[in-house]
């Protein structure tokens, strides 16, 4: 059955009085029962045809929140695909400009600059492209962001997407503290580094979780700053900080989710509940 | 007017409205947070316990107990308003479509009626509604399990 749903209010106007009536139905048989109990045919053939419409309401709810929640995702696809279409109108305009610089390079013979070039390209590429596979907007933008920083920083940002993460509930703005606070303590840990400054994000799932890893080349979590980590106040940054940490707790707990330090992969990992 | 004895309360009345409420997060797919839970069950019985006592017709007191379990599916369990009267509406329904199947069934066997059971003694009266509240826990245990929602999820991310 091909049914769309156009207008939300409507499903859920026609869901209240659903419920309402079948809620009002099943009462008015109680009352019934307690003023006039009597075991006849007529008020158990009532109480029969009350209950069996109790439990079509139940089928008939089911399925209009079911096509409800189907046009919702089909209308969350449609912007996804939107905003794919422009990450890859964007590269395509740079690709012909990139294939010029390339061939005026190789022309002149400045192969190793020409190769050094193409790996640069090669790794913005494969970041675009990881970005197509992440569904939620809120966490591209972010780390699309973050990229950019850690770029001014020559840090280099790994990212590696083994989830859609399209069952992801949290909001934009939760997203955005527990996320970006994340990253940038990963670019504080790894900016006073002279060797190489890395920091990997990744985004992969289990039956019931989604998870989100931090790594970062900067130096391991002590233990004694580890059972210290999220309480409010303390900070080895200095006086009058302190607060991400426990703002990241705070904000998970809301969706009922988990961080934890691992401390063998020198790692955060944040676990947050699938819905639905 | 019914006055609930204390034993049927503490036995009957607070279990049924922990049920109430964890089916109001089941249906909604929600994992059951415990502690608002509790808390709401607790406000509920309490609430109800003298709304029983006045003197109103049969069936008015349960219109109430619907404004009242919507006031603590919203503020204290942080539901919201749509998600909250539904929840409301649904959670009640059920627990008088069980009552209209498995207390009903039990009237007829045992040939009592609602007045007659209001009047047995005190642990009588509790025990008669806990095949009603066992078979709804069954259900809500299966719903969990094999994640089985009556309704959909929500469409609004700001919805909890």
Known sequence: MNLKIEDQSLVDKLVFVLVIQVFLMVLGERVYNYYFYQNILIQNLFLFVILTNFIIVIFVVKILTKYQMKDCYSNKNIKFMENTLKILRAERHDHINHIQSILGLIVSGEQKLALSYINDINKDTNFNNSMLNVHNASIRILLQNKKSHCESKQIEFKVKINSSITSLHMKGSDITTVFGNLIDNAIDSVSQQVDKKVITFIIDELKDYHIFMFKDSGPRINDLVQKELFKKGFSTKGTNRGYGMTLILNTLNKYNGKIKYIDEDKCFVVYVPKRG | ?160
């Open chain 2, 1 to 160: 007017m019914d006055n609930i004895p204390i034993i049927s309360l503490l036995f009957y009345s607070i279990p049924e409205s922990i049920l109430i409420f964890s089916f109001g997060y089941v249906i909604w797919r929600n994992p059951i947070k415990w502690v608002p839970t509790l808390l709401s069950a607790i406000i509920s019985v309490s609430l109800c316990y003298f709304i029983r006592k006045l003197p109103l017709p049969f069936g008015i007191h349960t219109l109430l107990g619907v404004v009242i379990i919507f006031v603590l599916f919203k503020f204290v369990n942080n539901f919201s308003i749509r998600k909250g009267i539904i929840a409301s509406f649904l959670s009640l329904a059920s627990l008088l479509f069980l009552e209209n199947t498995v207390l009903y069934s039990i009237q007829l066997t045992f040939n009592l009626s609602l007045t007659k059971i209001h009047n047995l003694p005190e642990w009588e009266r509790t025990l008669i509604g806990y095949p009603q509240l066992i078979v709804w826990c069954c259900i809500m245990i299966l719903m969990n399990k094999y994640r089985v929602p009556i309704l959909g999820v929500p469409t609004d991310e700001s919805e909890n």
